[in-house]
């Protein structure tokens, strides 16, 4: 069973980003990243912060906009409005969930598609769908077929099982993996809540991609003999012999699951460190846009 270090693969990748970053720096040009913050959701405050951590490692631009839960839509969208005019930006997120009275859809719309480096804006939505190769794709589900890529696991006809559709990871996931051409053509099944004989429909696929967030669903029965596994959740749960009182972990149940697999991600340490590196290298790509020399 090989274990799919996420954190090295994701080294490698930023390591080449910092390149990038000094070339693009000696040129004139420094890609900056704005990430907005609504409200004070612990989980999402740490993201932001190593999402801010990862621009200075790279010597990258970056601005934090943290505004209060109680923040309106209009405003939210005026900042947007500003960070599309702002030539030192080239890529622009809002740290999801926002709270219940802001319309997300809204405020992605506003995003200029040229700076949505999370790919969330229909217009990289569609692009995506249509195969076009300029679309921003989002970053968890691209941190995930590159890990395969890095892995030397062929995608081409095998037969891939993407548990849960979101917006985020599953149905973007499935579009990539189902491309034409490199760490594309698979055959793709999306299963979600209401698909019947669940365990079954997992356990055909010689690539299972765990996306639900529900700490250790996928058991010993949901994976075949020599499958690979991809673990996308992050999951708390409390664990009183934790310094924290609580730990990640992911929608797989590991211990039972790895010794059947051909190759598996843990969590932590599988796709968390990729999503970020994906961010990283949109950012940069949109730099290299603005710039000229992509
Ligand atoms: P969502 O809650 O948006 O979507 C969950 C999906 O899983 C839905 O399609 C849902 O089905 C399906 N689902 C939920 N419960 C079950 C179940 N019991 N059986 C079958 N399907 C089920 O979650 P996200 O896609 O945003 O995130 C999924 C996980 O990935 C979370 O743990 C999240 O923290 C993690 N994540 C990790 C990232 C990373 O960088 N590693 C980045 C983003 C997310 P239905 O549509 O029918 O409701």
Do not use: W
Request: proline share 6%; with cysteine.
């Amino acid at each position: 069973m090989q274990l799919i270090d996420g954190t090295a693969i994701a080294q490698k990748i930023n390591a080449a980003s910092r390149e990038e970053v000094a070339r693009l720096k000696t040129l004139g040009f420094t890609p900056g990243l704005a990430v907005v913050l609504v409200g004070d959701d612990p989980a999402s405050r740490a993201y932001v912060r190593s999402k801010d951590k990862m621009c200075q490692e790279l010597g990258m631009h970056s601005v934090k906009h943290e505004l209060p839960a109680s923040v309106s839509q209009a405003d939210l969208i005026h900042i947007v409005h500003q960070l599309n005019a702002d030539p030192a930006i080239h890529g622009i997120l809002v740290q999801s969930p926002p709270p219940a009275h802001i319309n997300e859809r809204a405020v992605v719309d506003a995003i200029d598609p040229r700076k949505d480096v999370d790919g969330f804006h229909p217009l990289n939505v569609a692009k995506l769908a249509l195969g076009d190769s300029d679309a921003f794709v989002p970053c968890t589900p691209l941190g995930c077929q590159r890990l395969l890529i890095e892995t030397g696991i062929e995608t081409a006809g095998a037969n891939v099982v993407i548990l849960g559709r979101s917006m985020i990871v599953g149905k973007p996931l499935a579009l990539l993996l189902m491309q034409k051409g490199k760490g594309g053509d698979a055959t793709v099944t999306v299963a979600h809540s209401r698909t019947r004989n669940l365990a079954d429909v997992c356990h055909s696929a010689d690539i299972l991609i765990a996306a639900i967030g529900q700490p250790y669903f996928v058991k010993e029965n949901f994976v075949r003999e020599g499958a690979v596994v991809i673990d996308v959740g992050i999951n708390r749960i409390d664990d009183p012999a934790s310094p924290k009182g609580s730990r990640l972990v992911g929608d797989v149940a590991f211990d039972e699951v790895a010794p059947k697999c051909r190759a598996i991600t843990p969590v932590p340490r599988g796709v968390g460190p990729m999503t970020i590196a994906m961010l990283m290298q949109n950012t940069i790509t949109s730099c290299q846009r603005f710039a000229g020399t992509r």
